[in-house]
Nanobody
Framework: QVQLQESGGGLVQAGGSLRLSCAAS????????MGWFRQAPGKERQFVAR????????YYGDSVQGRFTISRDNAENTFYLQMNSLKPEDTAVYYC??????????????????WGQGTQVTVSS
């Protein structure tokens, strides 16, 4: 079973940067893609970014395009989300997720079978 552990969340001022990490363990050989989602209070879980583990192909949500970058270190089974030019509206709990397939709808939360516990990101103005 795949287990995911996020880290790197915290409090950042608007315009600042933060890097989140997601460490994967367990059956990682069968994972096709890793994704990042976020959820603010009273809001639905929102797609942030995705990377296909073998090809490195990436996808981004419109709200973070040009500001966030997803990357991976396959040797360490670790995935990252570099967040730049942060805005108060980026405040949310950020979740790392794993999709066993590579042809799923990448922006849909239900496409991802495994989830971390989440890490809080707060951007102050």
């Amino acid at each position: 079973q795949v287990q995911l552990q996020e880290s790197g969340g915290g409090l950042v001022q608007a315009g600042g940067s933060l890097r989140l990490s997601c460490a994967a363990s367990g059956g990682t050989f069968s994972v096709g893609a890793m994704g990042w989602f976020r959820q603010a209070p009273g809001k639905e879980r929102q797609f942030v970014a995705r990377i296909n583990t073998n090809s490195g192909r990436t996808y981004y949500g419109d709200s973070v395009q040009g500001r966030f970058t997803i990357s991976r270190d396959n040797a360490e089974n670790t995935f990252y989300l570099q967040m730049n030019s942060l805005k108060p509206e980026d405040t949310a709990v950020y979740y790392c997720a794993a999709d066993r397939q590579i042809y799923s709808t990448y922006s849909r939360a239900s496409s991802y079978e495994y989830w971390g516990q989440g890490t809080q990101v707060t951007v102050s103005s």
